[in-house]
């Protein structure tokens, strides 16, 4: 059984532009999101996955990632996908030792960045990067499955 465990923050600034080691697009869409799970396709220019993940809240979920032909991720995210995808640029970074994911969104969720941490298992301690602003690991608006259902830009209090 796969584990995902994660910590979601805001930015406080955008000095952490200058660390940036390397990016990558993602485009992904929704074919189930559940009060227990969702299931996803996400694509890179080069590679497509399957996706099932838990929707518990918090910073531990189960997560299930399958490799699938790049042509039937398209075709199922452009037939099967409900509408708005999750556009996103992925930028990664390395501090102190870890490495943190920033998601710069794109399209109906354009103007929030969130960053993550994944650690190994739970309780692990990190240090926060001076460019890191509040927690949101236990807030729901933040995982991509509302995002696709409540984007960004219809959020009244942002």
Request: charged fraction near 25%.
């Amino acid at each position: 059984m796969a584990k995902e465990i994660e910590h979601k923050f805001l930015l406080a600034n955008e000095d952490w532009r200058t660390a940036v080691e390397r990016t990558v697009q993602y485009k992904q869409g929704y074919l189930s999101s559940q009060p227990t799970s969702s299931i996803r396709v996400r694509i890179t220019d080069q590679q497509a996955w399957l996706n099932i993940k838990s929707a518990t809240v918090g910073t531990q979920r189960l997560e299930f990632e399958y490799d699938i032909p790049l042509q039937d991720a398209e075709d199922i995210i452009s037939a099967l996908c409900s509408k708005p995808l999750i556009e996103k640029t992925r930028y990664f970074i390395t501090f102190d030792g870890k490495i943190w994911e920033i998601d710069e969104f794109a399209g109906e969720n354009s103007g929030l960045i969130v960053a993550e941490i994944e650690l190994a298992e739970e309780g692990e301690t990190f240090s926060k990067p001076p460019w890191l602003g509040a927690e949101v690991t236990h807030d729901l608006r933040y995982y991509n499955n509302n995002l696709a259902i409540s984007p960004y830009k219809n959020w009244p209090n942002k």
